[in-house]
Each structure stands twice: as C-alpha cells, then as structure tokens.
C-alpha cells in the first residue's frame, strides 16, 4: 500500500535558523516525491518535485530510497515560510497522489 | 492563464440530500482530479477523470460519484448526505501524457452537512 507520513503535525521555529520538515513513505515501487505548500488563504501548489532536483525559494528536498525518506530542508528559515506543507507521492501508473497529513510550519520573528 | 475554478465556494446542505460540486480545468487540461479534505484526516484521493471516462476511484463509498464533460469540466455528486462527508473538497486538473508531475488545485469548496 502507498503511504506518506508526516511525523510532525506542527514546527516552530525562528527567522534564520535552519528548518526541516520530515517525509517518509511508503512504496514498493520507484515512486514520484513532491512537496505541496498552502500559503495562508491561498490555494494548494506544488513547491517542488524531486525529478526535477532543484531548489524553490530556498527549499531542497532529496529523496533517500534506503530510508524511503524526502524530507524537505531550508537553511535560513523566513517568515513568509509559514504555511501548511504536505509531502506526496505519485505511484507509478495511478495518477493519484497520496498526501500526508501535512505539517504547519510557524516562523518567528 | 485561469487557473482551475471550483463553485460553489460553500455549500451547505442536511443529512440525506444530495450535493453538487463543480470544477473547471485549465484551458488544455484533460484530467480532472477530486480530493477531499477532512478534518484530522488529510487530503484523500476521491475520483481521477479523463477524456470523459473515470480512470480511478478512491476508497469512497458509491454515494461519490461524477463526471467529466466533453469540455473537460467536471462534477463530482455527493448522494445521501452524511455528518462526515463535511469536508473541503479540491479539484486538480494536469494534462494527461505529463505523468501527471503536477497537478494544479482550485481553491476548493466547503462542504457543510447539518
């Protein structure tokens, strides 16, 4: 069965300091990781995916297959970071994405 | 570029009766995606729509059903209204042959059961 758990339900941290938000998965399968964020009263959008390897808004994510793992990091954290993050996965041929519960980042000044 | 349009923003409806969701695509977008979004519970995969045909269906019950219109729009109806179908409810539309890497949300529509 395909499963995303996100492990923190909130994270709390201040302006500068480094963040990261935990993704681990469960596929049997090569799956597709993203990262979706939900800026407050705004839609749902992709953040990144970790195909495409690269960095948006500061945001790395590598995709650990030994850890099943795709945990989301930024080393300086910024206020308008603060959001709902939620970690997906897309399993080969299903055209679904699975989603975990998400994680609310808070940064503080 | 429009992105994907979901109406009506909030609806409320009582136990037992039926409700009506409605979604429009991007411009050139033939897949249409319906997730719901319930308290505690997270985003769940509903129903995958393409070219008109359902091609997936999440673990819902019948009562969740819908379609996809020849412009590529989509309804998803909820039958027999329950207290724990309230919930957000988002439609995502990707172009089919992207290996669905992204799909775009609507803004959603807020779905109250008294």
């Known amino acids: 069965a395909q499963r995303v758990t996100q492990p923190e339900k909130l994270l709390s941290v201040f302006k500068g300091a480094p963040v990261e938000l935990k993704c681990n998965y469960s596929?049997?399968?090569?799956?597709?990781l993203f990262w979706y964020v939900q800026y407050s009263r705004q839609r749902l959008q992709l953040l990144l995916r970790h195909i495409s390897r690269e960095s948006i808004k500061g945001f790395t994510a590598d995709l650990n297959k030994g850890e099943t793992s795709f945990h989301l990091k930024k080393p300086f954290a910024q206020e308008e970071d603060s959001a709902m993050y939620y970690c997906a996965l897309l399993g080969g041929g299903s055209e679904k994405l699975v989603f975990g519960k998400g994680t609310k980042l808070t940064v503080n000044p | 570029e429009a992105g994907v349009t979901q109406s009506p923003t909030h609806l409320i409806k009582t136990r037992g009766q039926q409700a009506t969701l409605r979604c429009s695509p991007i411009s050139g977008h033939t897949s249409v995606y319906w997730y719901q979004q319930a308290l505690g519970l997270g985003l769940q995969f509903l129903l995958w729509?393409?070219?008109?045909?359902e091609r997936n269906r999440g673990n819902f019950p019948p009562r969740f059903s819908g379609r996809q219109f020849p412009n590529y729009s989509s309804e998803l109806n909820v039958n027999a209204l329950e207290l724990e179908d309230s919930a957000l409810y988002l439609c995502?539309?990707?172009?089919w042959g992207s290996g669905g890497y992204e799909q775009y949300f609507g803004p959603g529509t807020r779905l109250t059961v008294t």
């Open positions: 995502a539309s990707s172009l």
């Open positions: 596929y049997s399968g090569s799956p597709e």
């Open positions: 729509y393409d070219e008109g045909e």
